[in-house]
């Protein structure tokens, strides 16, 4: 009995074989008259057709009695008709002069493959078995499982660098988790230093008069370690203890300064009110200084302790003139953006140390003048000249040269001239900057007029 049933299912796939075929659907709409004209209107390829199957029109393309012969011809429709896929359908169709089918009440539905291959509606109920291409639908199932696991394996792929990316971001996390509470930290302990620095200082003009406002301090504290003949040691003292007071109105045009030391002979160091503006019709800028001031000669002693090269000052720091009471003008003219050139003037007495000592006053007044070429930033070229001119009044001039460390007490230089009448001064200076490298270079001439009318004259070049 089975072998019987065996062979009518194969003499039926073998007739029904003939009778089927694979098709290219390009588009299927509702059947009317005007879609009918419409689509008999249109110009298709040679081996299409429209057909009218119950209640709908389509268009179908080839009969071919392979899917794959059937998906080649639809890459030929693909750019144009978006919408067509590969079906299975009757070859009678594409026989038949007059194509209409009328509609089936028992569907059969075919089976669909990954490159959209859809079903349609048959004229008689036909086993699915006759339908089917056993070496496309292998082919199919083969391209399938492929598609699948490389699409499994991106997925991993992309599941990693989540996970990779995740924790990078955990890491990340912590760590400004770590810094915040830190600073949290930092900033609860230095709240209130921060609170009384912010105090100290204002560098916003504000106001009517755009007043600004600076309190500082510079301490210097030296260390050595001593080995002599039999003994060796340590120690330490404070080299510099100062404290001061800047202030400006009208952005910094009118500024003052007051300074105080707590270390060495001279207390008094800065102290005086200055202006400053720009010359229109001569086109350049002036300053002018009035107090206790540095006196403009050497461009070693003109320089601040703040921005020394060295730990020590050189040599001719000796012969050099410190803070004196007086007045400074200061002319700066630039003539292009490479070239400049200063030019100070000052006049000048006893220092206020020297009043509250109640020395001899002594008047005086001083000459420099300095011209900068720079090539770039960080790159430039000094050279200046200095005179100096003081009245003695007979007292004594001294010339002392000692290590600014107390520790240090040696004497580098020690002379003194008594009954001077006279002190003049000429200093030559030199200053090439490259980068992080300079090079200063200086020579000063001293010479002493005694009231006994003789003279004495001491060189000094470095």
């Known amino acids: 009995m089975k072998t019987v049933i065996l062979l009518l299912l194969g003499f039926t796939f073998l007739l029904s074989a003939g009778e089927s075929c694979y098709s290219v659907q390009l588009t299927s709409v509702y059947k009317t008259e005007q879609n009918s004209s419409e689509l008999k209107s249109k110009k298709y390829d040679n081996s299409c057709k429209v057909m009218e199957i119950g209640s709908n029109i389509v268009v179908r393309c080839g009969c071919f009695s392979k899917f794959k012969e059937a998906n080649a011809h639809l890459r030929e429709f693909a750019k144009k008709y978006k919408d067509a896929y590969v079906l299975s359908t009757y070859r009678s169709r594409f026989e038949n002069e007059n194509s209409v089918v009328a509609p089936i009440t028992k569907p059969?539905?075919?089976?669909?493959?990954?490159?959209?291959?859809?079903t349609e509606v048959l004229d008689d109920i036909v086993p699915a078995a006759r339908v089917l291409d056993v070496s496309s639908v292998q082919e199919g199932v083969k391209s399938e499982q492929v598609v699948v696991k490389q699409s499994k394996a991106k997925k991993t792929q992309k599941s990693k660098v989540k996970k990779k990316n995740k924790l990078k971001k955990k890491k990340k996390s912590k760590a400004k988790k770590k810094?915040?509470?830190?600073?949290?930290?930092?900033?609860?302990?230095?709240?209130?230093?921060?609170?009384y620095l912010k105090k100290l200082q204002n560098n916003k003009a504000r106001g009517k008069y755009k007043y600004k406002y600076k309190f500082g301090a510079q301490i210097s504290y030296d260390m050595a370690y001593v080995n002599e003949a039999d003994q060796s040691y340590t120690s330490g003292d404070f080299r510099r203890i100062r404290v001061y007071h800047q202030g400006?109105?009208?952005r910094e045009k009118l500024f003052y300064e007051l300074e105080y030391s707590f270390t060495g002979s001279n207390k008094f160091k800065d102290n005086f009110v200055g202006y400053k503006n720009h010359n229109k019709t001569l086109d350049f800028n002036y300053r002018i200084k009035t107090g206790n001031i540095r006196i403009p000669f050497s461009l070693e002693r003109y320089t601040s302790s703040k921005n020394n090269m060295f730990m020590e000052r050189a040599l001719t720091d000796a012969y050099a003139e410190g803070r004196q009471l007086g007045a400074e003008l200061?002319?700066?003219?630039?003539?292009?953006?490479?070239?400049?050139?200063?030019?100070?003037?000052?006049?000048?007495?006893?220092?206020?140390?020297?009043?509250l000592d109640e020395d001899i006053i002594k008047q005086g007044y001083s000459v420099r003048g300095t011209y900068a070429h720079k090539w770039r930033k960080n790159h430039l070229l000094s050279i200046g000249s200095a005179y100096?001119?003081?009245?003695?009044?007979?007292?004594?001039?001294n010339f002392n040269e000692t290590a600014e460390s107390y520790l240090m007490q040696n004497e580098y230089i020690s002379a003194s001239i008594k009954n001077a009448n006279r002190l003049t001064k000429n200093n030559i200076e030199l200053l090439y900057i490259y980068d992080n490298y300079s090079l200063q270079s200086e020579y000063t001439q001293v010479g002493v007029d005694a009231i006994n009318k003789s003279t004495h004259r001491r060189n000094n070049k470095l």
């Not at 100096?388 to 001039?397: A, L, T």
């Open 108 to 118: 059969l539905l075919a089976q669909t493959f990954a490159l959209a291959h859809k």
């Open 179 to 195: 810094k915040k509470k830190l600073k949290k930290q930092s900033r609860a302990q230095q709240y209130g230093y921060n609170r």
């Open 248 to 250: 400006s109105f009208w």
């Open 330 to 355: 200061l002319l700066h003219k630039k003539f292009t953006k490479q070239d400049s050139a200063n030019l100070f003037l000052s006049l000048f007495t006893s220092s206020i140390d020297e009043r």
């Open 388 to 397: 100096f001119s003081q009245n003695i009044n007979g007292d004594k001039v």
